[in-house]
């Protein structure tokens, strides 16, 4: 609440290129409803469960497209930058599938991440921190502001997420804190950085992935001892606050080495 209220407090009186952070409040307003409708539902349902799982990623991507086609027929953001190429390159109408596809991807990998005491919000955070870095490079100072006060707003909450929490997430914040950060990337046309910067949502999907063809494929082994990844260093032996630590020092690092790239880019 205190974000959205401190994005209105922007809003009133702001040139043009300022209000362009209201398609990102609205993505974060988009999936956070969704996160809540799916939350209480898995409250209220008998086995725990919410929205059925079609429905809730098709309501995904909906919101997805719609957040892809304001990116690129209202805002006209950059589409792509690739180090080395002194022009943002074009993708045409290839670039509403790709970056509906990025924004649903990252919710959910954030979404996966969000298993332990304060991991996904720490994670989160690192990767808003770095993308407010690179758009104060670009002189996007108003997307700056609004990745550095979700930044704020995550510290916030961590106060009462971390072990033991007293607070928790759920699908109201990984997923739209996830669709957020993707929006962000494209936002600055630096989405090709995401792997790094979000180095660690990536490996979680990643992991879930690898588990679940992995054990099709060979009758039901595991190539984990679960997934997604955070499970399988609980089960090695890491303490929850280990795995969170040294998550977060691995999420930071890469995210100084994608703002470093960015810089490189920009001079």
Avoid: C
């Avoid at 952070?21 to 974060?28: D, E, R, S």
């Avoid at 490079?137 to 929490?165: D, E, M």
């Avoid at 990536?202 to 494929?217: D, P, R």
């Avoid at 990844?229 to 303490?239: D, K, T």
């Amino acid at each position: 609440f205190m974000t959205l209220l401190l994005n209105a407090g922007w809003i009133v009186g702001m040139s043009m290129m300022g209000r362009s952070v209201l398609l990102p409040l609205g993505v974060l307003l988009g999936f956070a409803l969704l996160g809540a409708v799916d939350d209480w539902a898995g409250l209220r349902g008998r086995k725990g469960e919410g929205l059925r799982p079609r429905t809730k990623f098709g309501l995904q991507v909906a919101l997805a497209l719609l957040a892809a086609y304001g990116l690129q027929h209202y805002l006209q953001v950059p589409e792509l930058l690739i180090p080395g190429i002194p022009q943002p390159l074009s993708l045409g109408w290839w670039y509403i599938p790709l970056a509906a596809f990025i924004i649903v991807a990252t919710s959910n990998a954030v979404n996966l991440t969000d298993g332990l005491d304060g991991l996904a919000g720490l994670i989160a955070a690192t990767a808003f921190a770095a993308y407010g870095g690179i758009a104060l490079l670009q002189g996007q100072v108003y997307l700056a502001r609004f990745a550095f006060t979700l930044v704020g707003s995550i510290f916030g909450f961590l106060w009462f997420n971390v072990h033991p929490a007293q607070l928790f997430m759920g699908d109201t914040g990984s997923l739209s804190l996830g669709a957020t950060l993707g929006v962000v990337a494209l936002m600055t046309g630096q989405w090709l950085l995401l792997p790094i910067i979000a180095i660690i949502p990536l490996a979680e999907t990643a992991s879930v992935i690898l588990q679940v063809g992995y054990f099709k494929l060979t009758g039901g082994r595991r190539l984990f001892k679960m997934s997604p990844l955070h499970h399988h260093f609980e089960l090695l032996g890491w303490s929850e606050t280990q795995v969170v630590q040294r998550f977060w020092l691995i999420s930071l690092l890469a995210a100084m080495i994608g703002v470093a790239i960015a810089v490189g880019y920009s001079g």
